[in-house]
């Protein structure tokens, strides 16, 4: 596992996208809508780069965003949540009850290879 970049607070920054606090994560993304399908596509600078095939509309893409990770993290829905960016590409969502690990394995995004969902 990396070394943790920060830790303050009971704050753990494991990769430039994602922060572990003891009962979940926040995660950093860069989230381009519109795109023909929905997926993880690697790193933008310091966020987790994500496509979303709903357009940027009335709330879609970010309803969409929240489905997917809620699926890709195999938690509920009610555990993924916006913290900000609600009208702008770059977001910060919560999701609560999950390890930093498992985030990482389910998203990738710290390598060239992102894992892809089974089928």
Not at 92 to 98: S, Y
Request: net charge positive.
């Amino acid at each position: 596992m990396p070394q943790p970049l920060i830790q303050d607070k009971g704050l753990r920054q494991i990769m430039s996208w994602l922060v572990a606090d003891g009962s979940g994560v926040t995660l950093r993304l860069h989230i381009q809508p519109g795109a023909k399908k929905t997926e993880v596509v690697g790193l933008h600078g310091e966020a987790l780069k994500i496509r979303l095939a709903a357009p940027p509309v009335d709330g879609k893409a970010n309803a969409c965003l929240l489905a997917f990770l809620a699926e890709r993290l195999d938690v509920a829905k009610s555990a993924v949540s916006l913290i900000s960016g609600d009208s702008s590409r770059a977001k910060r969502v919560r999701v609560a009850g999950i390890d930093p690990s498992t985030v990482q394995a389910r998203l990738g995004g710290g390598s060239d290879a992102v894992p892809k969902r089974p089928a």
